[in-house]
């Protein structure tokens, strides 16, 4: 996963951009960066890290100009290297080109292979630059139609923001796999991958970016921005697991409010798998925060916290040899004993992948807690496949869902009993436009697109 | 407010040292440090930055011995300098000594004085450094009868881990101020500020160390370790705002249960002062969570996570030079709108200090929230008097309760209401041994010891 | 100015390569790099700084294998960016190629333009960039052979060493503007830049690389390496700046002793200039010293080292705001006063371009020294055009002597006398074979190729 | 060694100390620190590193004021720390004090014993720090009395700086063992360890400070200084192997020019020790220089730059595991081969201590340079004792010359003749005024004060 951000006339915008993508940290921490732009020239900066230690006071003032995107990176294709941090940055013949992308192409190596059988370098193993390649070797000469064209030869998920010396344009792909909204700042266009980065900065949400829309902002005039619709229609695909998982719960998603949609979860969850006799619902912090409220309130079950997460975890910990059980968990996640201690637990998290972290916790809320029993109760469907459109999950033999029943799983992860909220109560919960849907490939293995 | 840990015995205590100080983080996050021993000798490392920076694996190899103490520091009396950090580690006549503090001496200044006029030469303008002087003046050549001496001319607050050559020191003012707990871990013993450090390690928390009490432990057999009670006795005297806000939910604290303890406090906040037909209690997140869900309980009004925390703040951000209203607070804190558009609030938090950040978070629930009312929840007393035990408050003039009344801190932060929990009921939640008491001097301005 | 290493057969090719730079270190002090092989896989490591903050020991640990290129970067073309370091190290159709590059492309703008309208996208703005782009082009699948198709292309100065994964490639442009050596080093074929590398790393001197030869090592059987010469014959045109100034005198330049050699244009020199009546000969340290002992044997004037150089020079320096008269040069160096006072004194150096240093050397000599008379004389001819083939000069307006007389820039920097090696001189002061001749376009403006 | 730099009235006084220090680079690399003062504050920056390095241009802007001390060190005693570097600033009854020293006292081990025993604490392992706690027990209350009495107990080498609130301090042990030069800078007063950091800054050279005088400079006044020479009178004693080794050959030393007391002391071991039939004389550089022109001019042999050396050594070196023969000295000295293949080469360095770089150096004489044969000649003495004064030697046992004959010496380097310069020859090489004297225990075991 990754965000983007992009605004098109401020004379601060790298500011803003940065402002923006700090709001959008849950959405990528390996890295960032902006390129803006000035007098028809770029300025850029990519480093390793969080928003907050990559620009500084100094690499800002020196991203000069009133138009600037941003981009946070979550490794998903293409190891952790300089060369893939975005913006890509790229010079070809019709000029300068920046370039964030939030989303995964899948025919982005068929069509690596094929340019460079015609001659083309790859800078990077980022499927992003196919599209910057694509467009060099289109014969438009100007880069709105170079993009529409390339990006008609691409599949998959894209949210893009693209800079040029002259303007700003923000596409959004025909299935709409990966979030993209626009805000008005000042008057003029602000683009972000969720609605919170426009709370901090003071910008007003006005509307999604709509699947398969390009919306072109020219510099000189921002506020004559022009909405199209340039790729052959499709089914709407918008991804699930963000309202389940990656979406701020402040955001507006599909507009809807994400954490009312996971209270639902929550409430649907409790009519699914009720856990009766139970003391308490505790959430697994912060994730599992908004579907524990709305089990709790359904179910008539008290709320608590009950499990403290530490927020000073860096990014390597050192164990001592003899080592700690159920290490890596311990140092995030700590039961509340008072809380727990003797009573029957109701466990309420938003997702269960590998399940090792599960299994860690449980014993941990039963040795140091003294739960008496520990019920877990998880706010979506079981994971069984993986994501090809930008989500970040482990190959499918990991998936510990694709080959174990929930019995065995729950048997694997020593919980008293597990539910999982059904694929039907989840869509039921959040309603959308007739003739639109959603994209739950993890959970149903239905791939919108060839893979 | 700073925290300290030590291990006796433990073939890699200085890891274990390392582990204890990361769950002990949020007790202060500006430096930290180690000092352990072998064959006699010290080691030790001390940096500016969190636990995680502070200690790579390198540093912590070079931390030898099976005896270690640690610190970590939130900056108290004695300016941000590297000089400051602690465990101080000094040479003396009768050998080298390590020395982690908590608290602070109230009359340091003056011995400080009377000790330069003699001779001795400071290296910190650290109140701690004045005991190892003292130390170094006694005519004991025995470190553990030396500290008793020098203790006995000290006044104030301090909870101390001490390490010398052949012993491992804790030692607890008679007042009791600061928190220290003892826990048993392989057989051998463990000291911690809190209880949560025990839960990452695995140790098993036994009691308290007694206001008034020093515990020796031989490095060659830690299992004799002896506890005396070398200081005249005078009235017990904790400090309740570690149970309001210091220490961590999960820790035990005085024997009883932080969580459990703020819960109350949020439930005899809403008889004290009810919100009645309020739609919503929210926390201000993360630290007035458990009092919100006490109040919630208490007065029936639904909880709700209405304030999303942002935990990627970094050390400074830049804003642009067109500012943004209420910046700060926008970085951390950002309303959920659906929980909290066109209700009435009631928003719990555990402090009210200084009152710009309240006022700047009612106006973010206004304005970006769409709250229509906002009834503010304070589950502790108003801060009117400076501490000089060792929690950094401001000024008396900068303590809003110190020259405002309720009402006009009300109209200040522009809640429709504001209620703060009585001294009363404060000290009724909490039950303590007949004969003991808490410093509440924050709240009350009845010092223990003259200022 | 830049310089190359590279080595076919060594179980630790990156550290032989490391420390062959490091003898190297004179030629670029900006920046350098290493691209190693193993298993058909390149690993690569480029960094701005000296050889030795470069390359830590965990840096070479990871640059496996037995092959390695290297290169020390003087900036040239291209400012000084990251993506410009070398060697270059990119990925088409016919797999990966690494390439370090001593030299300059004159006609690499046409190329690029033309390469940028058929799509092709930089990622650097180095002319090396260029070669790799026409291989890419190339219809030859073999990389050898679409070398040769590429270096067919380009016009101007390459010594070239080329990795891909089955063979080292060493190349030299038929002109031969820039040195290349071959060596051997137990039993395997070394590359470089000057001899005085292969002294460091125990490599016996074998030859030089002829103009136009292109040398290819298979990596599998590095022995059976074969010679060719792709190229038309042209005329050999071996820079003689790099005689006079660039080479360190411990190498061996086109077959004969840079010192010996510069040795004599001191003795020619004297012969052409005397400076009758002087009373000590001085060199402006380091480069001037081997012209100054010449210079000195030859008119029978004493040698003395007159003038201290500091060789502790960091990157910048922090002048007072009250300036020092001449600070730069005072901070290089000094005059030893009693070697100098009272005396007419004959400094040496190597060359003089745009005169500026020289004025304030020959200032500090007289007022701190205590000169009686300085006579400057220049072991080359004056440089009155600017070099197109990798010697980074100054454009031709500031040159000094471009556009002033020997008398005015005698007059310019307050020298007494003034006078410099004439081009017959120099020229007859180096023996080539029959046919052969030098570059020395920037004392006589004879370019060898169109610019 | 160490040098120290101050000045007592410059309105950029950090600044000029800075570029100061800078000129003495040479005799300390370990790291470097300067205190100012502004109104009766002091302000300091110490740090591990070059002074280029160690000075930033904040760290310059923040060492306010008209008055600065700064230090370069050179470990002598008391290991490689933070705490060892100076100056040293420290406060004590009568306010802070600045100190930065060169020399070494030979009963600080002593005097430290006795003051922990009356209760001091040592922040330092450093010899100095003696001094502070000296003046900090005195009954005297002005500093500059205070420090005079405590100079009064120490006995060795001190050359010193000492900044006070009001004052600047320079004083000089009685038997002048390390040298301090008083220079005049826009009318104020500079002392300096070495005269080439005048010529640096502009300052003209006044006079040595005599040993055993003290100057006190009022802040106030500058030019009021006063002179007086509080201590008992003994015979001077200064160092001889500050001519020998350690000034820059462009100071003045003792009144005499370095530069050319290294050329008498090349003279006289022509004479002592000629080299009949040698072809050429070569210096090891740059030490060796002036020293070999001096021989080659006495014997009439030819003098050259047979060996280069390399300023680009950085701080460590990584060597491939199949070790390079005689790797540390390739790094930094090279032979010029056909200076002196097939001849008898005379090789004139200034010391010899351990022997194992000359036997390496003779041995790539030989097998790279391909010298027929090699003759050393060392301007100097055998080392054979210590220094306990402020040189950084080997101790007694690693001393080859303590141990071992000249022709076992000469065996071992593999050399085929040796000659030392006599003691007798080095001392008539020097005039003094009548009655005083140098300092040459390393060379004779003579040590003025007891051990």
């Known amino acids: 996963m990754c965000a983007i951000f992009g605004v098109g006339s401020h004379k601060e915008a790298s500011k803003i951009t940065y402002l923006g993508l700090h709001a959008l940290q849950h959405r990528g921490q390996e890295g960032a960066g902006i390129v803006s732009t000035t007098d028809g020239e770029p300025h850029v900066c990519r480093r390793k890290g969080h928003v907050?230690?990559?620009?500084?006071?100094?690499?800002?003032?020196?991203?000069?100009?009133?138009?600037a995107i941003g981009h946070t990176r979550y490794s998903t294709t293409g190891g952790n290297t300089m060369a893939n941090l975005q913006p890509l940055l790229m010079k070809s013949s019709f000029g300068w080109v920046g370039i964030a992308h939030n989303g995964n192409l899948v025919n982005a190596a068929a069509l690596t292979q094929k340019l460079e059988a015609e001659g083309s370098i790859f800078q990077s193993t980022n499927d992003t630059e196919v599209i910057i390649h694509l467009?060099?070797?289109?014969?438009?000469?100007?880069?709105?139609?170079?993009?529409?064209?390339?990006?008609?030869?691409?599949?998959?998920?894209?949210?893009?923001?693209?800079?040029?010396?002259?303007?700003?344009?923000?596409?959004?792909?025909?299935?709409?796999?990966?979030?993209?909204?626009?805000?008005?700042?000042?008057?003029?266009?602000?683009?972000?991958?969720?609605?919170?980065?426009?709370?901090?900065?003071?910008?007003?949400?006005?509307?999604?970016?709509?699947?398969?829309?390009?919306?072109?902002?020219?510099?000189?005039?921002?506020?004559?921005?022009?909405?199209?619709?340039p790729f052959e229609k499709t089914l709407?695909?918008?991804?699930?697991?963000?309202?389940i998982y990656f979406a701020r719960p402040d955001s507006v998603l599909y507009d809807q409010s994400v954490h009312t949609m996971r209270k639902d979860f929550g409430r649907v969850l409790a009519d699914e798998h009720p856990a009766l006799g139970a003391d308490v619902v505790i959430p697994v912090p912060d994730s599992?925060?908004?579907?524990?409220?709305?089990?709790?309130?359904?179910?008539?079950?008290?709320?608590?916290?009950?499990?403290?997460?530490?927020?000073?975890?860096?990014?390597?910990?050192?164990?001592?040899?003899?080592?700690?059980?159920?290490?890596?968990?311990?140092?995030k996640l700590n039961p509340v004993r008072?809380?727990?201690?003797?009573?029957?637990?109701?466990?309420?998290d938003d997702s269960l992948v590998r399940g090792t972290t599960s299994k860690k916790l449980i014993k941990h809320l039963r040795d140091t807690g003294g739960a008496k029993e520990v019920h877990v109760r998880i706010?979506?469907?079981?994971?069984?496949?993986?994501?090809?459109?930008?989500?970040?999950?482990?190959?499918r033999s990991?998936?510990?869902?694709?080959?174990?029943?929930?019995?065995k799983i729950r048997d694997y992860i020593g919980a008293d009993s597990l539910g999982y909220l059904s694929l039907d109560g989840l869509l039921k919960s959040i309603s959308l436009k007739s003739g639109e849907g959603f994209c739950h490939a993890c959970f149903s293995g239905e791939y919108p697109t060839p893979i």
Chains 1, 2, 3, 4 share one sequence.
């Open 288 to 331: 599992g925060v908004p579907a524990a409220i709305g089990f709790a309130e359904r179910s008539g079950i008290p709320f608590d916290m009950g499990i403290i997460r530490s927020h000073y975890i860096g990014r390597t910990f050192i164990e001592p040899g003899q080592a700690i059980r159920d290490f890596g968990v311990k140092l």
């Open 398 to 407: 990991e998936l510990l869902a694709s080959s174990h029943s929930i019995e």
């Open 236 to 243: 709407k695909r918008r991804c699930v697991f963000e309202a």
């Open 135 to 229: 467009m060099a070797r289109s014969r438009e000469r100007d880069p709105e139609r170079a993009l529409i064209e390339a990006l008609r030869q691409v599949e998959g998920a894209y949210s893009l923001l693209v800079l040029v010396k002259d303007k700003l344009i923000a596409v959004r792909d025909p299935y709409g796999f990966r979030p993209l909204v626009l805000g008005e700042f000042l008057g003029g266009p602000v683009f972000a991958s969720e609605t919170t980065a426009f709370d901090l900065v003071g910008a007003a949400y006005k509307r999604e970016i709509a699947p398969g829309e390009m919306v072109v902002v020219p510099l000189e005039a921002p506020k004559n921005m022009v909405s199209t619709f």
């Open 52 to 67: 907050a230690e990559v620009f500084t006071e100094s690499a800002l003032n020196r991203l000069h100009g009133s138009a």
């Open 379 to 395: 706010s979506a469907p079981p994971t069984a496949y993986p994501c090809f459109y930008g989500i970040d999950t482990p190959t």
């Open 338 to 348: 008072e809380a727990i201690q003797g009573k029957k637990v109701v466990v309420v």
